[in-house]
């Protein structure tokens, strides 16, 4: 049986109870280990918890070598650990697929994920819209595809969910020229970095998806001890400094409840400043206003 | 400190290991008793898996008397038990902002919910839109307000999470008037009805949101011990046996993937049907086809 089993989002003890007892149980456990970081544990702190060794599963492990993973799993079981939920952000269908194939079992134990923890930042899940992911921008290459999205979001007044790149064990373009495998320090888009290039993109398209004045929440280290929430415009938020990661991004969509905004509140500066803000912000794609139809003199 | 634990989805071991810790070591445990149930456990099952008294709060308790369940709380600690995630589809911000006024700590514990679990069914979270809520009709209410929501999403292309109907401890219109305190069986919206709710208001406002050919996924008991998916029309899941509670519904939005079709096939009655279905159906919305500006002549 292959057992996918979510992490959560920060301590080795974030893993439910069910999903320790597979672990404990399983043959050889898997850690996903290039999508995502569990921020308050490390793989020792993770093997001496479960009394089991853990195998790093990078990209190429579970994009090409699934059957490595896989291998005896029709007999003995597996667990494929994935930070956060494996329905998350990044999903594992492929090599869920993979093993039906292969006439394998698969189990799914479900966690926590930036995907539904982001509610605790006051803003109602039900009220947001796609999510969508912000790449690091490099001189030649700025992909905006989040742009359209973002705008089609907004019409509609909802929330949009960025999140925001890591980068774990990439080689620099000349190591992979020349075939070495010497892996850069690992990179984790922090907030500061992502208001820049959302300012950048709006600079060039000019759609008016956003604003600089435009409110968002800056959430950072969800979930761990140091979890911090800041509310504040896209240009304020692109001069924060949001600290060690992880770090997503909330733009706040037309539709803001008084109860989102007084929860709002406690994560802001000045909270009339604030919901001037909003206020201001609501303004774009506002339906227009209703006209009364013209009274038809029946006489 | 007031705890906020999520407990999952359905097994009293899906609560964290973190969560559970928490719960054996707080002077009172309540647990939110109306919005959600645990599938596979019930409040006996959790008193001898916590080794602790769990007190049932219901509506009432937690809108009305949130005073009573702070009570000491800014001394001891306090647990509060929310199935799923605490800031999933139900949030409980009011009570935090009670909490806040009085100086209490919050610390929140998260947990899987539908909101993301339902990525199991193979559809990205990526791709949805806004969640809406669906309620049981009666002869006289039959609130629509999911309609524009669906609209909304299905118009960009996107996957609409419909949460289902749940009613615990109401008490008949009858009984409320006399002021008797009795209640009614707990009721909880299976698919069939869901979708025969859905082709009510289509064939009312006809505004082709959707039509009896959209296809949707018809989610049973996510994550418990019979969960089961069921991919097909909305005509066809309006004659779906979907079983024991609870229940959600997926409507499909344009942008079906690939990697996302096939993930569903294995939930389908007939895979080429359903392709023919899917095709069909991404017709809606689709924008207008891409015509090449005419050449201009330059000579």
Chains 1, 2 share one sequence.
């Not at 759609?207 to 979890?227: F, K, N």
Request: charged fraction near 25%; include cysteine.
């Amino acid at each position: 049986m292959l057992y996918l089993i979510g992490l959560g989002l920060s301590y080795e003890s974030d893993i439910t109870v069910r999903g320790l007892e597979t672990v404990k149980k399983c043959k050889r456990v898997y850690l996903e280990a290039y999508t995502s970081i569990l921020m308050a544990a490390d793989q020792t702190t993770l093997e001496s918890f479960y009394g089991r060794p853990v195998i790093l599963a990078d990209r190429e492990l579970v994009e090409t070598g699934s059957d490595e993973i896989l291998a005896g799993a029709d007999v003995d079981d597996v667990a494929f650990l994935v930070v956060g939920d494996p329905f998350g952000a990044t999903t594992h269908t492929d090599l869920v697929i993979r093993a039906r194939e292969l006439g394998i079992g698969v189990e799914t134990i479900h966690n926590a994920s930036v995907m539904n923890a982001v509610g605790a930042c006051g803003l109602q899940l039900y009220n947001f819209g796609q999510t969508v992911s912000l790449v690091f921008f490099t001189e030649s290459w700025k992909p905006d595809s989040f742009y359209a999205k973002i705008l089609e979001n907004r019409k509609i007044g909802l929330h949009t969910l960025l999140l925001l790149d890591i980068k774990v064990k990439e080689q620099s373009i000349e190591n992979m020229a020349r075939g070495r495998l010497i892996y850069e320090p690992p990179r984790y888009m922090d907030i500061a970095t992502a208001c820049l290039q959302l300012l950048e993109i709006e600079e060039t398209r000019k759609e008016q998806a956003y604003t600089p004045d435009t409110p968002c929440v800056a959430i950072s280290r969800l979930g761990s001890p140091t979890q911090t929430f800041k509310a504040g415009t896209l240009k304020e938020l692109s001069e924060y400094d949001s600290g060690e990661p992880l770090h997503s991004l909330v733009m706040l969509g037309r539709q803001v409840h008084d109860l989102e905004l007084e929860y709002l509140y406690q994560f802001v500066d000045d909270r009339e400043k604030f919901k001037q803000t909003v206020v201001q912000d609501q303004e774009f794609f506002k339906p227009a206003p209703y006209v009364p139809p013209e009274e038809v003199d029946s006489d």
